[in-house]
């Protein structure tokens, strides 16, 4: 079974700041990663995927790939109370973590 | 585009009950289908994958009778959860995609919330 962790949190951040979540998967094999964002009660929805080394920019998101470390990571910048939700990463299409519960503080 | 919708939303029945659950791709031909569990504050867990077509391959610890899943066109599956117990109680999701490549992202659907009383 491939091992994705994430640390459960809560992380709580100010409005506006910028919001970091990161991820570290077991399988070096692994080519494509994907943030999700869940809110309560409701399914993940896709926020961005990364297949290559080095950082990828869409809007205010950054998702960050080292795989010779192998750890993933999700900048949020501008951080909204809309944010607020649990932050799913998931290593190719079927493994996520746990998630990281970010509460954004107006 | 890339929407899936998910039926019905929430399901309370008793014990011993079968209840089904469909998962639609509805502006893109869905080539493969996932179907997830969700118990509270943990993470998705796979269930199985379906192809249209053919047989559904379903993750190690899960029981193939008890989670009967069919996916008979390539916007159309359905998960049949048989004789549900309280211990079935869940969150199942499905999700769609639109290729067989495991780096495909998927598309969810909202979920169906099982009670098993």
């Known amino acids: 079974q491939k091992e994705v962790e994430q640390n459960s949190g809560p992380l709580s951040v100010p409005e506006g700041a910028i919001a970091s979540l990161n991820c570290t998967y077991s399988?070096?094999?692994?080519?494509?990663f994907f943030w999700y964002r869940q809110y309560s009660g409701k399914s993940p929805e896709l926020i961005m995927f990364i297949y290559s080394n080095g950082d990828k920019e869409d809007g205010r998101f950054t998702a960050q790939l080292n795989k010779a470390s192998q750890y993933v990571s999700l900048l949020i910048r501008d951080s909204q109370p809309s944010d607020s939700a649990t932050y799913l990463c998931a290593v190719t299409q079927f493994y996520f973590g746990t998630g990281t519960s970010l509460t954004v503080i107006p | 585009g890339a929407v899936v919708s998910q039926h019905p939303s929430w399901v309370i029945c008793k014990s011993g009950t079968s209840v089904k659950i469909e998962c639609r791709s509805l502006?893109?031909?869905?080539?493969?289908m996932f179907w997830y569990r969700q118990f509270p504050k943990q993470s998705l867990m796979l269930m199985a994958t379906?192809?249209?077509?053919?047989?559904?391959?379903?993750e190690q610890g899960v029981e193939k009778d008890k989670f009967l899943i069919n996916h008979a066109s390539l916007t159309l599956s359905t998960l049949t959860v048989t004789s549900a117990h309280p211990e079935d109680s869940s969150f199942y999701i499905c999700?769609?995609?639109?290729?067989?490549?495991?780096?495909?992202?998927?598309?969810f659907g909202d979920g169906t919330r099982l009670s098993i009383l």
């Open positions: 999700s769609a995609s639109q290729g067989t490549h495991s780096n495909q992202p998927q598309h």
């Open positions: 379906s192809n249209e077509g053919s047989k559904a391959t379903y």
């Open positions: 502006d893109f031909q869905a080539t493969t």
């Open positions: 399988d070096r094999g692994s080519q494509s």
